[in-house]
């Protein structure tokens, strides 16, 4: 952040301008200005502009203005940039808010934030215009980014410019004592968005065991009672969704401990006003076994908008929905509800109201929807605690656009990820915007939803990229797509992207040890790697090791087909002849053992990703995955303490071998348990002393750790632990997701390097 530090004390010019930069549009920074000024006396004007926020600002009390102007910003803004450049007085009289200014873009709109505790107690309370009222907002709080076209942020910029104001409104809108001074999304019963259905109606229906659709802030949700088995078995059946576990949504943090035991740091993150998805321990026996089958945690978010704490109210209120008036937002309310992203067959989330009608009629037995549009789907963002700090699973609402801090200058770029669990990144100076999470690249909708992801992206920032920057693998879809913009082309190879994108994060640019433990990537020599030791240094890099690779039969098969990756462990150990009675009801696996045998099964792999397939068969937990990861996430449930295996593996030259763990679980399939704990010791025992002995040969002491497999908790949280106890620093992801989907902000930092270098 640069900021002119100021005195009180400090003489200064009769009349100043002030820029500010960062999160500073949106938030009430104008009328915040409006009110200083007038409190410390002072004439001049603010405007919103391109580059952020301009006051000028004349009197006696300039010095007291912008020392407060720092202290007492409004609470979603962030001020990363503060210019202050004395000009001649103008003996104006009077502040104003002036008409916003266009031209190229240099500042950001703010995440949407959860309704704040003074709109709440609006929404609730009977004398109040706003009572009851499903869209009530002020400057504090509601959305933003999913509302927003372009810049600057300005009403006839969102999807509100359809509805004008009222006179109550516009007269709050022009008060400047008023909490909706200058809030764009401003609406009320008389002038704003409507629901389809009231309230009541939505309340009957989960009461019966219904499945509701419910268009949110970013998107639908599909809701239905999560306490009501046979509601959740039918949600799966509807929507396709196997066994990936449902997200829990309650009325607020005192509710919480109903649902689950969260640590003190889960509750606090889940009461963040960006309202993420936060994993915690879920309380046995009350939720429906459906919503998270096999699993120990469940995610719960909180309610964030006013439409989810109206039907919290009602349905605490019995079917007649008697307390609803006077109702407590506060106290805590027993009401659970399945809240899971709408989006059919891996497609989009869904958006439009007209395309809910279309696509969630086989799945909804009521579709509610409003008149507001939302102009950028974002999928709830999912996070969980990790070594006591907040990591991501998923970023989207609450925290995109946010960007990614970065300590150098360089090109601006358009990074476009990967195929699964693709985001987009640009960079734009010292900042880097990464795009809410898109999905994974398989359809036709979710293509186009990347196209219009990367179009307003690039709309927001106002940027005009030098370059495009893909993966290394000519068949993602994502390179196909870069291919064809016309652009230079730079490509990155998939795990020093990952490394990179860490290390970046936290603000090293120097010499760094990555650990890179991912499902698959296509590897600089071809093959599919994904357990990598890695040196970075700047846009170079270089690989120092690998996990001795495992034969991968069937390719991608594999990765839905853990059964595979378990006969492939079987062959390797010389235990082949095991086959036929740890896999004997899968037909092919037979045949599988004498096509390895031959020879005829060529492709190996060092994923550690495919190395927790191969545990979970051979410990009899998971023949075939209903969703990514499902075989990794359900044995690291079953883990109380991690236990590692004397000698259960070897470190042979720069690779490092777990045949021996692997022989010890195929003897553990009655014990599953033990299993998974040694599998989860053993993994982090070894890879600890690995990367301990190369960040030594290396003379580095820290190790950016980074791909998919750090999602998993046990992994992440023994890892840090082992390093830091061996003198080396970790550094886990933070600010992204350790997957794919901090995967472009990586290509965006190697390819603004690569540039700079031959530049």
């Known amino acids: 952040m640069t900021i002119a530090p100021v005195s009180p004390a400090a003489p200064m010019a009769e009349r100043v301008r002030v820029r500010l930069s960062g999160a500073v549009q949106g938030v009430g920074m104008r009328p915040f200005v409006h009110r200083l000024a007038a409190d410390c006396g002072l004439a001049g004007f603010v405007l919103n502009g391109p580059d952020g926020v301009t006051i000028e600002v004349e009197g006696a009390g300039i010095a007291t203005f912008l020392a407060r102007l720092q202290a007492e ?63 009530v907002n002020c400057t504090h709080c509601g959305p933003r980014w999913t509302i927003s076209r372009r810049l600057p942020y300005d009403r006839a910029e969102t999807s509100m410019a359809g509805f004008p104001l009222c006179a109550a409104c516009a007269a709050d809108y022009a008060d400047p004592s008023n909490r909706r001074f200058h809030a764009e999304p401003v609406a009320c019963p008389a002038c704003g968005p409507r629901l389809t259905h009231p309230v009541a109606e939505i309340a009957t229906a989960l009461r019966a065991g219904k499945i509701v659709a419910l268009k949110g802030i970013g998107g639908f949700h599909l809701v239905c009672d ?44 889940a009461a963040t006003p960006g309202r993420p998805i936060v994993l915690m321990q879920a309380r046995p026996g009350l939720l429906a076994p459906s919503v998270a089958p096999r699993l120990g945690r469940v995610g719960v978010v909180l309610a964030y908008a006013p439409l989810h704490h109206l039907l919290f109210a009602e349905l605490a209120g019995g079917p007649a929905g008697h307390a609803v008036a006077g109702h407590d937002w506060r106290a805590a309310n027993p009401s ?18 007209d395309d809910a009608e279309a696509r969630l009629a086989g799945i909804a037995d009521l579709i509610v929807g409003h008149d507001r549009p939302i102009v950028t789907r974002a999928d709830d963002s999912v996070m969980q605690v990790v070594a006591g700090r907040p990591a991501f699973l998923r970023r989207a609402r609450g925290f995109v656009p946010d960007p990614i801090p970065l300590t150098e200058d360089g090109p601006d770029i358009l990074a476009v990820g990967g195929h699964l669990k693709a985001t987009v990144t640009v960079t734009r100076g010292r900042e880097a915007f990464v795009s809410q999470h898109i999905g994974d690249l398989d359809g036709a909708e979710t293509l186009r939803f990347w196209h219009e992801t990367v179009a307003h992206l690039l709309a927001v920032t106002g940027v005009r990229p030098a370059a495009v920057a893909a993966d290394l693998h000519p068949d993602y879809r994502s390179t196909l797509a870069a291919e064809a913009m016309g652009l230079p082309m730079l490509r990155v190879q998939h795990h020093a992207a990952h490394v990179a994108a860490v290390a970046a994060e936290h603000g090293i640019a120097g010499p760094v040890l990555g650990l890179a433990l991912d499902g698959h990537g296509l590897g600089a020599d ?79 792999t060092s994923s550690l990703g495919r190395l927790f397939d191969a545990a979970a068969a051979l410990l009899g937990l998971a023949g075939r995955q209903a969703y990514e990861g499902q075989a990794a996430m359900e044995m690291e449930a079953l883990v109380a303490t991690p ?54 040969d290396q003379g580095l002491d820290r190790v950016a750790l980074g791909g998919g497999c750090l999602m998993n908790r046990v992994l992440a949280e023994g890892l840090d632990a082992a390093l830091r106890a061996g003198g080396v620093a970790p550094l886990l992801p933070i600010k992204l997701p350790p997957n794919d989907g901090g995967l472009s902000f990586g290509q965006a930092v190697l390819a603004r390097r690569m540039i700079s270098r031959e530049g």
């Not at 509601?231 to 929507?239: E, F, G, I, Q």
């Not at 087909?561 to 037909?587: D, I, K, N």
Request: one cysteine or more.
């Open 643 to 696: 236990r590692a295996l004397d000698r259960g593996y070897r470190i042979e030259g720069t690779r490092i071998c777990f045949a021996p763990l692997l022989a010890a679980l195929a003897d553990l399939r009655a014990d599953p348990v033990r299993g998974a704990e040694l599998f989860h010791g053993t993994l982090i025992e070894g890879l600890a002393a690995w990367t301990l002995r190369a960040a030594a």
């Open 226 to 269: 999560a306490t009501d088995e046979a509601a959740v078995a039918t949600l799966r059946r509807r929507k396709g969704r196997d066994a990936k576990p449902f997200a829990v949504m309650v009325a607020n943090a005192a509710s919480v401990g109903l649902v689950a035991e969260p640590t003190e740091a889960e509750a606090d993150l």
């Open 336 to 353: 659970m509800l399945v809240a899971t992203s709408a989006n059919p067959g891996g497609e989009p989330l869904v958006v439009d109201d």
């Open 73 to 135: 910003r409004p609470p979603l803004a962030r001020i990363e940039g503060l210019a202050i450049e004395p000009i001649p007085a103008e003996r104006a009289a009077g502040f104003a808010i002036l008409a916003s200014r266009g031209g190229p873009t240099a500042t950001r709109i703010v995440p949407d934030a959860a309704t704040c505790p003074a709109c709440l107690d609006e929404l609730f309370d009977p004398a109040s215009r706003f009572n009851r009222y499903p869209f």
């Open 526 to 604: 071809g093959g599919a790697w994904g357990g990598e030791l890695i040196r970075l240094d700047g846009a170079g890099w270089r690989r120092l090791g690998s996990l001795d690779p495992l034969p991968l039969p069937g390719g991608d098969r594999a990765a839905r087909e853990p059964w595979r990756m378990g006969v492939a462990a079987l062959h390797r150990l010389g235990r082949s002849a095991e086959v036929g009675r740890l896999f004997a009801t899968e037909p092919l696996a037979g045949p599988l053992a004498a096509r390895l045998a031959a020879g005829h099964e060529r492709i190996a």
